[in-house]
């Protein structure tokens, strides 16, 4: 598996507040980089998804921003919500190569 | 699509006996994936196949452990002989390309 750092591994935010989630890959042939959320009981699902060719994707509350010459990707949920308390993966991808990063269990407190 | 199915959805067996779990993809998908969650070791990938051959197998714990893909719709794991620490919640996922992962519903080994 390639390495990638994800983190932090928990993280507790206040309700209406950004939650913030990173993830640092060091293989430069990742060309998909998704986000994953599971909730219990689940298999993990996609929830946001960024090509290489763009910095930034929103979809609804949640954002990626993504730095390539950094080698590193984030999720931003805004307005985060207790019903966001799951657990996120980073997941980058490239041909043959598939990783998974080691979760963050993310709180959202009212 | 039904999804990616996994079968069976709970398995009880005591330490020592063989275990087998199955997967079918879903239709069209080319990659197929085997994860392994507990609570300490979080979510591990496995194995995974391209067109049915295996391109990754680092993951696999140990020689108890074998993944097969006698086709583009079946996969199994098999554990031989199972040992209590290989209890866990054990995923299948198929994708197509390098695109989104679909997860099945998982099967929950419990090994005694």
């Known amino acids: 598996q390639q390495q990638v750092k994800q983190s932090p591994q928990s993280l507790i935010v206040q309700k209406g507040g950004i939650s913030i989630i990173n993830c640092a890959y060091e293989n430069t042939a990742f060309d998909y980089f998704p986000w994953y959320q599971q909730f219990p009981g689940k298999g993990p699902a996609l929830l946001i998804a960024?090509?290489?060719?763009?910095s930034e994707k929103k979809e609804g509350r949640f954002t990626i921003s993504f730095n390539k010459s950094a080698k590193q990707f984030s999720l931003h949920i805004m307005d985060s919500q207790p019903g966001d308390s799951v657990t996120y993966f980073c997941?980058?991808?490239?041909?043959?190569?598939?990783?998974f990063g080691t979760g963050t269990k993310l709180q959202v407190i009212p | 699509d039904a999804g990616v199915i996994q079968s069976p959805r709970h398995e009880v067996t005591e330490m020592g006996q063989e275990v087998t779990l199955r997967c079918k993809p879903i239709?069209?998908?080319?990659?197929l994936f085997w994860y392994r969650q507990t609570m300490m070791r979080g979510l591990e990938l496995l194995i995974y196949f391209n067109n049915n051959v295996p391109i990754d197998d680092s993951g696999m714990p140990e020689d108890r452990f074998s993944a097969k893909m006698p086709n583009a719709s079946f996969s199994t794991l098999k554990i031989q002989p199972s040992e209590p620490r290989d209890s866990a919640v054990y995923f299948c996922?198929?994708?197509?390309?390098?695109?989104?992962?679909?997860f099945g519903p998982g099967t929950r080994l419990t090994v005694l």
């Open positions: 997941a980058p991808r490239g041909y043959q190569k598939v990783t």
């Open positions: 239709s069209g998908h080319d990659y």
């Open positions: 996922a198929s994708s197509f390309f390098i695109n989104e992962q679909f």
């Open positions: 960024i090509r290489p060719d763009v």
